[in-house]
């Protein structure tokens, strides 16, 4: 019913900037024409925790760690949703994914990853 699918990640030296997608498909999509989309990152030994969220009617949320730095956007033409990464530094290093939250009654579904890491 739906598929979300990250791209973007990799390698990036501190200070750096990547663009992180999260494509998403489905049916439920057709019935359903606002809902919240959210990247979430898991660094090793780390829970998951929230980076970003981006509201059906396009408010945004971010964790303070990201505040200034990251920014979340939706282009619902091309039903994806992105986010822009700034000044990476080597603790933005995780996992990044994204999770749509849509149907009734709500639920979650998410993508499979993108793998980031802030190194030189």
């Known amino acids: 019913q739906v598929l979300l699918v990250e791209s973007g990640g990799g390698l990036v030296q501190p200070g750096g900037s990547l663009r992180l997608s999260c494509a998403y498909s489905?049916?439920?999509?057709?019935?359903?024409?606002?809902?919240?989309v959210g990247w979430y990152r898991q660094a090793a030994g780390k829970q998951r925790e929230l980076v970003a969220r981006?509201?059906?009617?396009?408010?945004?949320n971010y964790a303070d760690s990201v505040k200034g730095r990251f920014t979340i956007s939706r282009d619902n033409a091309e039903n994806t949703v992105y986010l822009e990464m700034n000044s990476l530094k080597s603790e933005d290093t995780a996992v990044y994914y994204c999770?749509?939250?849509?149907?009734?009654?709500?639920?979650?579904?998410w993508g499979q990853g993108t793998q980031v890491t802030v190194s030189s």
């Open positions: 999770k749509c939250t849509i149907g009734i009654p709500l639920k979650d579904y």
């Open positions: 489905g049916k439920l999509f057709s019935f359903y024409a606002t809902f919240d």
């Open positions: 981006i509201t059906g009617d396009g408010s945004t």
